[in-house]
């Protein structure tokens, strides 16, 4: 037995020894596992660490590096001491930066390469917001799989999206970025997005690594300031912050980014039970953590750690894998190890998930797998354009359309488009742009153009600059509040319009990372231009470009069609015109609630019942005595062109048992003159229960088409697994009690019935 123990120990020598010399496991070495231990096993400390480091490319990789800095991490790389990087971008970068691992590096591990892929690449498609707003999770995952394409061809093969942070207030920036205020919603697009990135094999070399971000808490920022503290209890976040994360673990996500945010004290980074206990531990997910930049070291600033040393200890012992760009565990793990501070496992720990995920992305069998410089000329951009014009006029909500201002009729001649983000081809393509070439867009203005054809006079007139000086992530425009230079210009040809198409919202910059704002109304003269506009030619039909929900209260009483555009992407201007001329009837629906004030926020629709709800006895009752409580535009608020009318709710059962089943149907009728699609939605209430629960919540919804005059009975199954929740007891499961069962077109104008459910 001896004998034969000490046989299989040098086989397996020999093994590695073939392995460190062409960068191949054994073919003897059959699954993922076994290859990630056979590797393991050859590794030095310091080169387990190298894997647990990212850095940023911030040299050019196809020559010399020429700073000292830059020497110095282009010498790690030779000595294969790092893990992955971010920000190199072309097959000629990556592909010289994974030579110099390969060619000169012992054991050659080849890196990742990561990128903020967030909604495209080249081709721009809607802010995640704003698609979120299509409830369209087949052209999620289509934009995912478009942008994942054109990544890898320009030598990416990681992104750091899908955003799942749901957040609920609209001053926060970076509300752009994620898809809104439900939970339910944001867990279906996160899986849409990681099957669009990933695909279903993340060795077929068109796919990429997808990244769960932010873990966990981020979008409750207090005050919606970015990177704030976050306060909140353990039923919120299991409630409301967690299932999304919980459901990107389970469709086989990559990654994970932990968030900058502090949550009751402890930041995300260095939260041992968000990342060991939940993550790694009750969801037994197999993947990797990656800090987000640079935020192991900001445990320093939180007052959590005192130096970059112990930042280093609290981040590994808590559970996130890999360091980006913060410096911690390259420059302390190994004397945290040599000191008996932490123990060499939890390297080994880390390291044997980052070596797990290289594996399944094939890059041991081909290192250069991501580097096909022919790729790039076998993709239609041409197609995903198009792609992109659909996605783009699926995200648009018609948010009001009094006296049928739109789609616009042929009896109008002359329209006067107005406003500064009316020819704009930039503000479009939003923040987090990736490798979108600026101006690319196309403008309102070039939509209607193409749109009107030469029977109809299209005049254009800015009124007034959105802002002055250079717009970019780092420099957004200083926003314009005295050159009125240009109203006069506007006002006169709105005199001579029959129709006013008011361009509005927001610069590309206003929104994303760092963008919070304290005010989320119309910046600069705009809401100024728009009045003087609308004291000369009422009939305005009023077009934002924005990646928040803003107040638009003056707007909603006064302007009789209001159009939510979002920043749509590259196709932003030709969607536009298909939906105002009505070549698309608008379909899209609200993922977050609009404000009748900025004071309102946070605000959403599946809030708690307070002990002083609305009553007709009571005076003083939870509320705002100015503006009320309620949204200007609920969630899942949409019109259409055409009208859609609900029948009576029916359910199949008033009485539910344990493990049962009950379905619920209503008739949905297209009562107007043109064909459409409405989402139906369905929203359960636990009307008592061991924790206060919502007042509704949404746990389901179809989207449909109808003729004119088409009627279609709606169905949906309602089980007991729907009505679970993280409970007084900490742990997820569904109580005996009364529920209430609601189906509407949003979250507030809804049919009623309910049942009980017996255990």
Sequence with gaps: MKKNSIFLVLLLFVQ??????????????????????????????????????????????????????????????????????????????????????????????????????????????????????????????????????????????????????????????????????????????????????????????????????????????????????????????????????KAAADAGVATFMNSFNTIDGTPATGNKMLQRDILKGDWNWDGFVVSDWGSITEMIYHGFARDKKQAAEIAIKAGSDMDMEGGAYESSLMELVQEGRIDESLINEAVKRILRVKFKMGL?????????????????????????????????????????????????????????????????????????????????????????????????????????????????????????????????????????????????????????????????????????????????????????PMEISWAAENIPAIVEAWQLGSESGNAIADVLFGKYNPSGKLPVSFPKAVGQEPLY??????????????VTFSSYTDVGKEALYPFGYGLSYTTFEYGVLQLSSEEMGENGQITASISVTNSGKRAGKEVVQLYLQDIVASKARPVKELKGFKMIELAPGESKIVEFSINEKMLEFYSANKKWQSEAGDFNVFIGGNSKYLKKAGFTLNQ
């Design 364 to 548: 041991f069998e081909d290192p250069y797998r991501y580097t096909d410089s022919d790729l790039a000329k076998e993709i239609s951009y041409k197609e995903h354009r198009e792609v992109a014009r659909d996605i783009a006029r699926k995200s648009i909500v018609l948010l009001k359309n009094e006296n049928n201002v739109l789609p616009i009729k042929t009896s109008v001649k002359n329209i006067a488009i107005i406003g500064p983000l009316a020819n704009d081809k930039d503000s479009p393509i939003g923040n987090w742009r990736a490798q979108a070439e600026p101006n690319s867009a196309v403008s309102v203005v070039e939509g209607i153009k193409a749109a009107a054809g030469k029977n109809v006079n299209i005049t254009y007139a800015e009124g007034a600059k959105l802002g002055m000086g250079e717009r970019s992530f780092l420099m957004p425009l200083e926003i314009n509040k005295t050159d009125r230079s240009g109203f006069a210009e506007a006002i006169e040809k709105a005199k001579k319009a029959d129709l006013v198409i008011m361009v509005l919202g927001e610069d590309a910059f206003q929104a994303g990372e760092g963008r919070s704002q304290a005010k989320i109304g119309l910046a600069g003269l705009q809401q100024e231009l728009l009045q003087e506009i609308y004291k000369v030619n009422k009939n305005i039909a009023l077009v934002l470009i924005n990646g928040r």
């Design 16 to 245: 590695l020894a073939g392995f460190a010399q062409d960068s191949k496991i054994p073919s003897s070495v059959k699954n993922v596992e076994s290859k990630v231990d056979s590797i393991l096993f050859m590794m030095t400390l310091e080169e387990k660490i190298g894997q647990l480091v990212q850095y940023n490319g911030s040299w050019d990789l196809t020559g010399p590096a020429s700073e000292m800095g830059n020497k110095q991490k282009e010498e790690r790389l030779k000595k294969g001491l790092v893990g992955s990087m971010l920000n190199v971008l072309s097959v000629d970068a990556t592909r010289e930066a994974q030579k110099l691992v390969m060619e000169n590096s012992r054991i050659k591990i080849p890196l990742m390469f990561g990128y903020d892929v967030i909604h495209g690449y080249k081709t721009m498609f809607p802010v995640p917001l704003g698609e979120t707003a299509s409830w369209d999770l087949d052209a999620m995952e289509k934009s995912a799989r478009i942008a994942a394409i054109e990544s890898v061809a320009d030598g990416v093969n990681w992104t750091f999206s899908p955003m799942i942070d749901v957040s609920r207030d609209a001053r926060w920036g970076r509300i752009m970025e994620g898809s809104g205020e439900d939970p339910y919603l944001t867990s279906l697009v996160a899986v849409a997005k990681v099957k669009g990135y990933q695909g279903d094999d993340l060795a077929d070399s068109t796919t990429i690594a997808a990244t769960a971000k932010h873990f966990a808490g981020y979008g409750f920022a207090e005050a919606g300031r970015d990177y704030n503290t976050v306060n909140i209890g353990e039923y919120e976040l299991h409630n409301m912050i967690l299932p999304p994360f």
């Design 605 to 618: 629709y599946n809030q708690q019942s307070t002990g002083r709800p609305y009553s007709e006895q009571h």
